[in-house]
């Protein structure tokens, strides 16, 4: 009788403790699909994403063509101070499709971070506005700077045709720019993250454009931030989608209260 009793102890047992697969099966998929509603789409991220393929196509370019002419062509599309005061809306545009160096994955990671989600908060069209906005100001600033030095003696007249080509200006002002539509921890972690980046450019490099380019660039961003949170809440949110639940089997019993078989998700 005792062992009869134990076993039936053990069988009407309610199981102990939350289920711990469940759970584990659920921050894995809460991850996942964390992770893929922020995976840059055409859909999502159509600016993002041409723009990526157009810095790609000229990185490549410039690794397979003819050096001269690649030389030619991305001079030609400097913003340094010449073209500047001479042709300064080809220098404005095409300096922007070029970058600095033979490397495109950087890029790659860049935009992922920084224009990729605040296309996805505000639209293709103000992602593309506070691209160029930051391209621009910082481009005028930083060689503001430099035609200054120049004419005042402080730098010599080379100065005025170095190359001054990349998307650095556009990363750096979209970095500053969604680091508005975070949370204040977030920002903090952005706005550190662009300052130490900056601050080791500027050790390393020793370079007046990047020095004067960078950090307007990020507070170029920041000072579109007022802009940007009315336009985050003017911007409409997908509704949800409605999602039909099959109607039970024969012999089941209906749900309590008659409840609809409409389920919004």
């Known amino acids: 009788m005792a062992g009869l009793r134990r076993g039936?102890?053990?069988v009407g047992a309610s199981p102990?403790?939350?289920?711990?697969?469940?759970?584990?099966h659920g921050?894995?998929?809460g991850v996942v699909e964390w992770l893929l509603a922020r995976v840059p789409t055409p859909r999502r991220n159509p600016f993002t994403l041409g723009y990526l393929a157009v810095v790609?196509?000229?990185t490549t370019f410039a690794k397979l063509a003819d050096p001269e002419l690649v030389q030619r062509l991305q001079e030609a599309s400097s913003s340094d101070g010449h073209n500047l005061l001479q042709h300064p809306l080809r220098a404005l545009l095409l300096s922007g499709f070029w970058v600095a160096g033979e490397v495109w994955m950087p890029y790659l990671w860049g935009f992922a971070v920084t224009l990729a989600p605040l296309e996805r908060r505000i639209g293709p069209a103000r992602a593309a506005a506070v691209f160029a906005i930051g391209h621009v100001t910082a481009t005028l600033l930083s060689q503001g700077v430099v035609i200054t030095a120049v004419e005042t003696g402080r730098m010599e007249t080379a100065a005025l045709d170095y190359l001054d080509i990349g998307v650095s200006y556009g990363v750096l002002t979209c970095l500053g720019a969604v680091a508005g539509l975070l949370p204040w921890r977030g920002r903090l972690v952005a706005l550190g993250g662009a300052g130490l980046l900056i601050a080791e450019q500027i050790l390393?490099?020793?370079?007046l454009v990047t020095a004067v380019g960078h950090p307007a660039a990020v507070l170029t961003g920041v000072a579109l931030w007022r802009w940007l949170r009315r336009a985050q809440a003017r911007?409409?949110?997908p509704r949800p989608r409605a999602r039909r639940v099959e109607a039970p089997a024969a012999g089941s019993s209906p749900a309590p209260g008659g409840a609809p078989v409409l389920d919004v998700r």
């Open 204 to 207: 390393t490099e020793r370079d």
């Open 16 to 24: 102990a403790g939350p289920p711990y697969g469940m759970l584990r």
């Open 56 to 58: 790609g196509a000229t």
């Open 27 to 29: 921050l894995r998929t």
């Open 8 to 10: 039936a102890g053990r």
């Open 235 to 237: 911007r409409p949110r």
